[in-house]
């Protein structure tokens, strides 16, 4: 893909052996349309991710991460920092269960992407996935993704920086353009 760059040295928090990640700048349409799920179907206030899976230019899944949560006051509070996972100092991507306001790894925009290309009656192999509003990808997903036969990851260029929550520069529950 034009402007594709691999991973820079980043210390994930996981993963698979044999896999990386690879970047695409915030003009690529793919991260474009991911960010666009992120900002109108994510209901999760404090990670909001969207997914797109691409096979031969065309898309032919999408998701966006959502929280248990249904009362947008109880998000709000959520994205104020009442989560029990912070609270108990539990890292990223471990014990989803803990927190209703986490969003459990099957509700993680990476997966849902892949239900929706399943419920379409078509297969993943092969095709690409872009994921916009986070910096790596927890081992359910990748589980999920390497099983689905998916080929590569596409993050955004920076996302190491913009997303993790411990990065001084990130944006992480900002719902704005960058």
Known sequence: MAGEKTSPKINYPYIPEGREIKYVPDDNPFMRLAENLRNTQ?????HPTGAVVVFRNEVIGTGANQSRLKSKRARSLHKRGFCIRRMLKIPSGQKYWLCPGCALSK???ELRSIRDILRNGKSAKGADMY????WWCCKPCWDGIQKAGIRNVYLLEGSERLFDRN????????RFKL
């Open 42 to 46: 994510s209901t999760d206030g404090v």
């Open 107 to 109: 509700h993680h925009a």
């Open 167 to 174: 990065h001084p520069d990130n944006i992480v529950g900002g």
């Open 131 to 134: 994921l916009y509003g986070h």
